[in-house]
C-alpha cells in the first residue's frame, strides 16, 4: 500500500499534489487554476486509463476524480486503485445522484463532493481529508501514538490497525473511524462525532457517508478477526466498538 506522509499546509513546505481525472477539460481547467490559487500542485488528465496510470506514477497526495466519465468510469478507476493502492479520493458526484455516491463510499472513496461545486467547498474538503491523515480524530488531550481495545493495537503514527500482529487493510477514513470508535470506548460514537472528527465535516442531512464508511469498517474487521470484534450498531444514535 501507498505509504501515507504527513501533510504539512504551511507556506514553508511542500505544496500538497492533486491528481484531477475528469473528462470535461473546461471545469477541470477552471478547477485547475482555482486550487493552485490556494497553493496546491495540479495535474489534470481527462480519461480513466490516463488517470490510473498518473494514480500509481506520480504518487499523489490526493485524487480528485469524476464519476460520470465516458469509457473507463470513474467508478471502474476507483475499483482498480483500491485493488492497489490507499490513496486518499474525493468524488465528484452528479448532484441527487445517490447510488453512484454510496457505490463510491463503498468502494473506498473518502469523501465526495456534488457537481456542480463550489470551488470553496472542494478546497475545504480536500484540506479536511489531507489533514485526517496526520492526524487522525486530533485530540491533544487524549493523544496517544499506540492505542488497544482487546487484542486491536492501533499505531496512530504509523496509521496502521493490527489484529494478534496481523494488518488490518484500512482506506485512511476507516483508520479514523476505527481510532475514534476505540476512542470511544463502551460509549456510543455518535454518527454527529464521526462525520465531524473523521470526515471533518458536519452530518448533513440523508446524509449516508458514515453508514457506507463504518459498514465498510466493519466488513474488514470481522473479516481480519474472524468474527471476534465487530462494529454495533446503536440505533437512531451511532455505533459502538464491539472487541474482546
Not at 472542494?122 to 485526517?132: G, M, P, S, T, Y
Request: glycine share 8%; with cysteine; hydrophobic share 45%.
Amino acid at each position: 500500500m501507498r505509504h501515507l506522509q504527513a501533510v504539512n499546509e504551511t507556506r514553508h513546505e511542500a505544496p500538497r499534489r492533486i491528481l484531477l481525472i475528469d473528462d470535461d477539460v473546461d471545469l477541470a481547467a477552471l478547477l485547475g487554476e482555482y486550487l493552485e490559487s490556494e497553493g496546491f500542485l495540479v495535474e489534470a488528465v481527462s480519461n480513466g486509463a490516463d488517470g490510473i496510470a498518473r494514480a500509481l506514477e506520480g504518487d499523489p497526495d490526493i485524487i480528485v476524480l469524476d464519476i460520470m466519465m465516458p469509457g473507463m468510469s470513474g467508478i471502474d478507476v476507483l475499483r482498480r486503485l483500491r485493488e492497489v493502492s490507499d490513496v486518499p479520493v474525493l468524488m465528484l458526484t452528479a448532484r441527487g445522484d445517490e447510488i453512484d455516491r454510496v457505490l463510491g463510499l463503498e468502494l473506498g472513496a473518502d469523501d465526495y463532493v456534488a457537481k456542480p461545486c463550489f470551488p470553496r467547498e472542494l478546497v475545504a474538503r480536500l484540506r479536511a481529508i489531507l489533514r485526517r491523515q496526520v492526524h487522525p480524530a486530533h485530540d491533544a488531550s487524549r493523544a496517544a501514538p499506540i492505542l488497544r481495545a482487546g487484542e486491536l493495537e492501533i499505531q496512530i503514527p504509523e496509521r496502521r490497525a493490527l489484529w494478534r500482529g496481523s494488518a488490518l487493510e484500512l482506506t485512511p477514513t476507516e483508520f479514523n473511524i476505527l481510532v475514534l470508535l476505540v476512542r470511544s470506548g463502551t460509549a456510543v460514537a455518535t454518527k454527529d462525532e464521526l462525520s465531524l472528527r473523521g470526515l471533518g465535516r458536519p452530518r448533513q442531512s440523508y446524509d449516508r457517508s458514515i453508514d457506507v464508511h463504518v459498514s465498510n469498517l466493519r466488513l474488514k474487521l470481522e473479516a481480519g478477526t474472524a468474527g471476534a470484534a465487530g462494529i454495533e450498531t446503536v440505533r437512531g444514535v451511532g455505533y459502538r466498538l464491539s472487541c474482546p
